[in-house]
């Protein structure tokens, strides 16, 4: 049962940087896995926000090109997600998400499994 955690959620002010992190387990090969993060504010629906393949390609939302980067651990069973510049327009509950694919998309159904979610609060 692949199982995602993460971590790294918090409050900042608009401006500052976060760094979140997904830790991936029960795999048995990470080859052909697309992992991702979403975030869904209050009232709003999920988006996706940026996706990475097992051979590292990246896809991102618009509204955090340039400022968020997404990356993999050696053993590609770590994603992380640098966002800089934050607004408060990115305060959202963030979700990891894996799936297996041959290529990734930054749509809900795409993805088979889901962490938890890591709070992240941008003030003005």
């Known amino acids: 049962q692949v199982q995602l955690v993460e971590s790294g959620g918090g409050s900042v002010q608009s401006g500052g940087s976060l760094r979140l992190s997904c830790a991936a387990s029960?795999?048995?090969?990470?080859?052909?896995?697309?992992m991702a993060w979403f975030r869904q504010a209050p009232g709003k629906l999920r988006e996706g926000v940026a996706s990475?393949?097992?051979?590292?390609?990246?896809k991102y939302a618009d509204s955090v090109k340039g400022r968020f980067t997404i990356s993999q651990g050696n053993a590609k069973s770590t994603v992380t997600l640098q966002m800089n510049s934050l607004k408060p327009e990115d305060t959202a509950m963030y979700y990891c998400?894996?799936?297996?694919?041959?290529?990734?998309?930054?749509?809900?159904?795409?993805?088979?499994?889901w962490g938890q979610g890591t709070q992240v609060t941008v003030s003005s």
């Open positions: 990475i393949d097992s051979d590292g390609n990246t």
């Open positions: 998400a894996a799936g297996r694919a041959a290529f990734c998309l930054l749509l809900q159904g795409w993805y088979n499994y």
């Open positions: 029960g795999y048995t090969s990470f080859s052909g896995y697309c």
